[in-house]
């Protein structure tokens, strides 16, 4: 009787070993879908920002370079629609092919796009945008490259309403990432010419026999390919990768107010520039 008691007890035990086991297999079998969800859609913003971001804007509204991806009204198209054209681009158009993704990326690409198309909501601005305004000018070093309302640089992206509709928090990822991958149209180079001058900037057009070359200080050159001595693309982009070092946590929220807020101003007066001209 002591032997089928132990016996009995050791059984129950093993049975509820794997009871509990089972218990605990489903629900992370049951937890794994939602962080897929979240890593699937950590992966479509981090690629959107760094390949579309520079032509469709953080929230994918468009600019001067592209259309509005985020009005579903304006783009109808399924998902495997939406994979080809980021795959293989638009001949004859500005989108480029993107073939270096990753089916995931594509993927992850076009669940992000679908955020964008139903996101809404009341915006939050996390620092002061007058202070913000003096960093952009000044400790940022952002006009260098970058215009506002008509004002700096124009060898990066104009980013009169670049943050309008993206989250702040796009914002400020945008500004501290490292690695950076340049948008299209952005993409830096170095040549050197048959003098020996040796010009550092971001290739605006080219073709198989010359380029169109825009250097750090604004001016435009046009080189043909073969009076060239050498000429190199390089993968890194001239925004600095180092704003966490530059600029402390509420410097980095104060620069976001900022271009928040502008892109918000410019976006209301476009509105009424619009409806005036419609009227």
Same mark, same amino acid.
């Given at each position: 009787m002591r032997f089928v008691r132990k016996s009995l007890s050791s059984l129950l035990g093993l049975s509820f070993s794997v009871c509990v086991?089972?218990?605990s297999l489903s629900l992370a079998q049951q937890s794994t879908p939602n962080r897929d969800v979240k890593t699937t859609s950590a992966t479509g913003r981090?690629?959107?920002? &760094?390949?579309?971001?520079?032509?469709h804007g953080l929230d994918g509204r468009g600019s001067d370079k592209a259309v509005n991806i985020a009005a579903t009204d304006k783009v109808?198209? &399924? $998902?495997?629609?939406? &994979?080809? !054209? !980021?795959s293989n681009g638009i001949p004859g158009t500005g989108m480029p092919a993107?073939?270096?993704?990753s089916e995931k990326q594509i993927r992850a690409v076009v669940g992000y796009v679908r955020l964008l198309q139903g996101k809404t909501g009341i915006r939050t601005v996390p620092g002061d945008a007058k202070r913000g305004k003096e960093i952009f000018f000044g400790k940022g070093g952002c006009s260098s490259c970058h215009t506002i309302s008509g004002e700096g640089g124009f060898l990066g992206? $104009?980013? &009169?309403?670049?943050a309008s509709g993206g989250s702040a928090n796009a914002i400020r990822d945008e500004i501290v990432r490292s690695p950076r991958i340049p948008a299209q149209g952005f993409r830096t180079? %170095?040549?050197?010419?048959?003098?020996g001058e040796r010009l550092e900037g971001v290739v605006r057009n080219e073709d198989n026999f010359s380029v169109q070359f825009q250097t750090k200080d604004g001016g435009f050159h046009f080189f043909q390919k073969a009076d060239l001595r050498n000429f190199e693309h390089l993968d890194s982009s001239l925004m600095p990768t180092n704003y966490r070092e530059r600029l402390s946590n509420g410097e980095l929220d104060d620069l976001v107010s900022y271009l928040l %807020?502008?892109?918000?101003?410019?976006?209301? !007066?476009?509105?009424?520039k619009k409806k005036d001209d419609a009227e």
């Open positions: 086991l089972n218990i981090s690629t959107f920002n &760094s390949y579309c971001s520079g032509c109808r198209l &399924s $998902d495997a629609e939406l &994979s080809t !054209i !980021i993107f073939r270096t993704l992206p $104009d980013l &009169s309403g670049y180079a %170095v040549l050197t010419t048959t003098s %807020v502008i892109s918000d101003e410019n976006k209301a !007066i476009t509105s009424r």
